[in-house]
Nanobody, 121 residues
Framework: VQLQASGGGLVQPGGSLRLSCAAS????????IGWFRQAPGKEREAVSC???????YYADSVKGRFTISRDNAKNTVYLQMNSLQPEDTADYYC????????????????WGQGTQVTVSS
């Protein structure tokens, strides 16, 4: 499984971005997919996940601002990020995961290349 995150960029506080996670060589609909981020000097944070049947989980830090979704026809998982704040600045990665839902462990597998998100005025 090879995943590729894209859609990052520079945005002002309060702005929005939509990240995409695409796969090559495999269909994503059979996998739980997670979004993760790592800011400079900080540990990796598990941000959100979506299960193969559409169940979702959000970290408290992004709940109400971020929305994860999947389009199986496009073999892509999205992370819509609204009301972005400087503390959301990080490299964002997608990966396969397991048991997405309440109590998600945040484990990730089959990491792809990340995409950088910078929130700054």
């Amino acid at each position: 499984v090879q995943l590729q995150a894209s859609g990052g960029g520079l945005v002002q506080p309060g702005g929005s971005l939509r990240l995409s996670c695409a796969a090559s060589g495999v269909t994503l609909d059979r996998y739980d997919i997670g979004w993760f981020r790592q800011a400079p000097g900080k540990e990796r944070e598990a941000v959100s996940c979506i299960s193969s049947y559409g169940g979702t989980y959000y970290a408290d830090s992004v709940k109400g601002r971020f929305t994860i979704s999947r389009d199986n026809a496009k073999n892509t998982v999205y992370l819509q990020m609204n009301s972005l704040q400087p503390e959301d600045t990080a490299d964002y990665y997608c990966a396969t995961t397991v048991r997405c839902g309440r109590g998600w462990s945040g484990a990730g597998f089959n990491w792809g290349q990340g995409t950088q998100v910078t929130v700054s005025s």
